[in-house]
């Protein structure tokens, strides 16, 4: 009370110091800080990619991926360590422990890759260590369009995406699509052996006449001077005039063998924007850079530099981040405004406007104030910051409506303005820090969520914490300021309305509700089972489904083409066209229908690692009407629309990219095959297939034997070759420059020398039409002899694989699907039934992965949440209480709100999910809130002289209008993000039909609990020391004539507790001690020992703690009616007035049972309405008035004691009058 009187003393200080300082402060830091899409985040996650152009899957396993995952198999803190092998591509996959030091790992990765980078082939490109962050990902895809030549628009937009790189903003601008300039050499392999040349010859004559080496320093009268050797060749047309070798008097040219393009890479892609040919750019900002920002001067500069273009050239955004952005915030802004509006409609008819107006204006404050500790945590804007401080606007202004309404309440009572500001905060002050504090502690939890996920999620905690504690200082400052200065009481008919007279019919009906429950105290109890056992039974039932994240449904249909593996680009395309021309014709609803032929990892929001060329890839993006705009059908029906049409066109496997929210996940149903041999893990996948295609919701099923790649085998016969001199190396070089081509060096045009071209030699491409090319190319011996290369090796055509993947350096095989129309976890349970009986080889498991293992670990992560939230509840709790018994009566709201929220997904038809498991977390936090504020004001009114079942009664009536009021703005604040947004829709019906279930009956169910816990607490008690007449509880009955009944209950709980604890280890933590043991041999140190027990007894307690919370809580329960039911020969009665308020505690009596007969037919009885007798379940009230002769100046006592200012000399005599009246009817 001193604190609050100290601040409304110095109220122009704390005025300043939390009213205006938040608002400017607040509006400055809002404006400052950093706008992003995604969190910028990095996941412990290194891959190596190393691209080496041409070879086969097989070629890159044992050249490249086997002497990498050899350099890397060291490695400490690696979680997991796979690779992909496929065509002219390794890459290789580190995934570390969560509490791995990323900068050190990544360091160490990058010295064993540099290791290892002599064991790859020459020819291979030094391999490329990445780290995975979002900042990787394009915030924005730009094209540039027109029908002009594919190389000069290619050129037009690189040099567009040069200008875009030289903006600080920008971290990178990728160009894909057109026609890359390449100067090419083709050799005719004819003339090549007419001239009595190879490959190789050819290869190392240009390049020793293409080069440009330093040559020292000359010094000239004192001066010292570069000397250059300038033999590089700068125009192409010279190219023609290399000499190749000196026959006689003649000198061969390589124009005599070969013919100089400057031409383009065939390698081509094509990229096609409603049909018109473009060149995309894939643009990614800085780390901190605002997104919003960053996309408006990107388009600015796009802006300018289209003036600059040809006719017919325009550019265009074909994705976008920041329009889903400036959404985040719009949703945020009418969020915070509907909240304002709900929070002044409900508090006006109870408080007034003006007094409604106070409340709401804790809003704006709180989030003004949670921008500025963003500012100074040095927090980004994003979308997991944006998402926590709407859920967190129902919540922030909570607080300031238990403090408005209480310190109105005493205003009302008569009271000056200040004195009501002071008394009322300073009684409401505890419960209020309380139930913040309960409410964190319900999401910080969640920072034990590990990996992407945990990183991704953990912004959630943090911001919700900080806009909590940023409410708690405006509710306990700044509102208590505000008040003390404009406050109005609420009149009617020009009187003050009395807070009595608040809510008088819901507070009738509230009475007989409670009072009902409190007498059926079995039934209410059997009632919560039942409805808890419902809830859960909806999930085990599969009528709520649970999946990884929810099925959004986005502006955006991602359509991916694959051709027979070898197809040439130019057929890939003409089936990408058909597919664009389909959609064109069957979607009404599309904006722009954007194509890539010929490339990978193009897309907005994808990642890129190791993309690449792929001439039978295709992937054509459609853009759909913003669905919050405009009605459309979603991109689920759309998809289910096109999907026969699609499935008409042959020659293609023609399928939807899934997508989805949250970070980068698997694919939504995996299996991983795992085994050494190829041949036996084909045999397994066909069968694997065949299972999956008949499960019902199972589609695009796709493995790694599917469409496998044509490869033409060249073996060499090994002892042939070194018996004629013919090093194997040469032979392998010159098969590759004949197909695949030897690159030479990087070409500068004199005319441009910023520009760098690629200048590479290989047959040329009428010579490579036909296995039979093989016939033509020769080798040269160590000798100098040529030597066909039929006669050192044989060629034959086969089936090679699409790739080859590693798991910890074990072959696995990848089946992947997508789901429709069910749960990816839901499916994957059904195929884990169905290959159940499916009989493996030794050696070969399968390991399912995708969304079912990512939803799996993440929920984990979330359930020690869970535990771990109650636990700090619990503890927040018994320290705010000082009391075990009562902790539990306010922890049963975390049931209730299960059975709501469960209800809720199930009538709403959403899926549960991992946001919907985070909206129960913090439920857990948020319905706690209602019952600490009604538990404290029951045990205040009980210290101020109320039998407990008038406190309860009374103190449920007088937080009724706050609970009912915190509930509909919690409620408001999350209601327009529910409606407005997929992703978050089920948290939001988790949270809603959770906190209104759990709201209604923590009004009745918790004070039901509150009489039986306090009960059981006195029970104990009285069983091991005796009755205590003055602690005994109102409304509970006991057997005190046989008081070893009581102390065998205890006993008998004792034993099932013990026994529950014994098999809760058992089941939980099998092989404990072998466990400890394993770990005590092999512990270098004591006190690394110690550490790793005591966060493994800890983290066992946590485990522990749940299972046997909810198996003993029947048990007590159960003990709790035996004892009622037995106890029927005694009674208590409580002898306090309703409304009294005594400084000494109430007398309580125990009354034999045959005494109630006596009491009954004397000839009066003295009782005023709260004196009651509770007979079992059945509450006996005698409304018999005391005699007037036996009241002081002939008052009725019920008279005397409700009159203005009685006094208390004369209350205590009134109570020794009744106890007198009382001890002779029981004599």
Sequence with gaps: MKFFRFIINRWLIFGLLVIVLPIVAGTFAYQSLPKEGEPEISAPVAIVVTLYPGASPSEIESLVTNPIEEALSDLKDVDEMRSDSAEGVSVVV???????????????VREKVTDARKDLPEDAEDPEVNEVSFSDIPIMIASVVGDIDPVKLRKLTEDVADEIELMPEVLAADVAGGLIREIQIYIDPERLTQYGLTILDVYQAVKRSDINIPGGQVNVEGRRLLLRTLTEIKNVEDYNQVPLVHQGDRVVFLKDVARVVDGHSEDITYSRVNGVASVSIAVKKRTGANILETSRKVREKLADLEKTFPAGVHATVTAEKAKYIKQGFDQMNNSAVFGLIIVVIVLYFAMGLRNSIITALSIPLSLLLSFVFLKIFDMSNNDMVRFALVLCIGMIVDNAIIVVENVYHH????????????????????????????????????????????????????TVSIALCASLVVALVANPLILSMIMKRSRKDGRIVSPEEDLRQLKRLYVRGVTWALNHRFLVIVIIFVCLGSALGLVAGGLVKVEMFPDADFDYIYITVETPRGTEVALTDAIARKVERIVGDHVTEVVQVVSTVGQKGQSAYEFSFGAGTISNFAEITVELKDGKEFARSSHREIQERLRPYLQEIPGADIRFRAIQWGPPTAAPILLKIVGPEIDVLRQITARVRETMDAIDGIVDIKDDFSDAAPELQVEIDRKRAAAMGIPLEWVATTLRGATAGLDIREFRDELDVSKKYDLKLRFAPEARTSPRMLEKIKVRSDTGQLVPLTTIATYQQDEGLNSIRHSDRRRIVRVSANNRGRSAVEITQELMKALKDLELPPGYTFDYSGEYEETAESFESLRLAYIVAALLIFTLLVSQFNSIAQPFAILTALPLSIVGAMAGLYVTGNNFSIMSFIGLVGLSGIVVNDSIVLVDCINRMRMNGLNMFDAIVAGGQQRLRPIISTTVSTVGGILTLTITDELWEGLGVVIIFGICFATVLTLVVVPVMYSLFEGMRYYIISAFRGPRWKEAPVGQTFFYSRRRYARLGVFLIAIVQSFVLFHGIQFLAPGLIERVAGATLQAPSLLKLVIEAGVFFIALGLEIFGVVFMLLMPTWIGCIFFMAKRSREGYFVDITPTGLSVETPVDRFFIEKEAITRIKTAPFFPVVPSICIYAGRRRIVLRKLIPSERIPEQKRLWTWIRGNAPGRTEIRHGMQVLKQTLEKLLQ
């Design 411 to 462: 205003y009302q009572l008569g009271k000056d303005r200040i004195t009501a500001v002071i008394e009322g905060t300073s009684e409401i002050a505890m419960p209020v820090i309380s139930a913040t504090l309960t409410t964190m502690a319900a999401f910080l939890p969640m920072l034990l969520m590990t990996g992407v996920t945990g990183e991704y999620m953990g912004f959630l905690p943090k």
């Design 94 to 108: 580190i995934d570390f422990q969560a509490e791995a030091d990323l900068e050190r790992s990544l360091q160490k």
